[in-house]
């Protein structure tokens, strides 16, 4: 009779628990999605003020993009600091031009805030941007990460951008890098 009534309290305890997990996981993910639905309504709307409301026109580069509900360049570095090295996100920002490959552009800088940048560069290689894209206004969209980017990659960057010998000869570190590959650009004309 104790081992029975043992069992019954066992299997009553382990019914309950598992009732009490979902229940728990259930509460726990529609907090979640409630938090993140009003965090992303809260940078959508912060966005949509930084659109300036007058009328622009832009050049299209790569897929057709639009201009609304992009984060501005305070916003995408907040997001890049979170983000670990292999991580990649899926995100569209409006930023400043800070530098363009002046062999074909190939690849540019965006300015994230006075002393980090991002480096961006295009979709298979499907498109490029002017020469003289430099302090130029940007929207790009596509997929945000953060990588180590190696001595001969740096230096074959610094290349690309006209540097000295002997400013591509003070490269001997790798660097932790925010990166972009863009599928689609605007350009303020």
């Keep these: 009779m104790l081992r029975s009534i043992l069992n019954f309290l066992t299997f009553a305890v382990i019914t309950l628990n598992k009732l009490y997990m979902k229940s728990l996981i259930k509460f726990c993910a ?4 409630v938090v993140i639905g009003c965090n992303n309504e809260k940078v959508a709307n912060n966005a949509k003020q930084e659109v300036k409301h007058e009328i622009r026109s832009f050049d299209s580069f790569g897929d057709k993009i639009l201009k609304e509900s992009a984060l501005n360049s305070d916003e995408m570095l907040t997001v890049f600091n979170a983000m670990k090295a292999g991580d990649t996100i899926n995100v569209k920002f409006a930023s400043r ?15 994230l805030d006075d002393n980090s940048e991002a480096m961006v560069r295009f979709k298979d290689y499907g498109f490029f941007m002017p020469l003289d894209a430099t302090d130029r206004e940007v929207i790009i969209e596509g997929k945000a990460f953060v990588q180590e980017t190696s001595i001969e990659e740096l230096k074959h960057y610094a290349e690309d951008a006209g540097k000295s010998k002997d400013e591509i000869a003070k490269i001997i ?15 303020n004309k």
Aim: charged share 25%.
């Design 173 to 187: 570190a790798t660097k932790k890098e925010f990166a972009f590959e863009a599928n689609g650009v605007l350009m």
């Design 30 to 33: 529609v907090v979640l999605v």
């Design 97 to 111: 031009v800070k530098e363009v490959c002046s062999k074909k552009g190939c690849w540019m800088k965006l300015s």
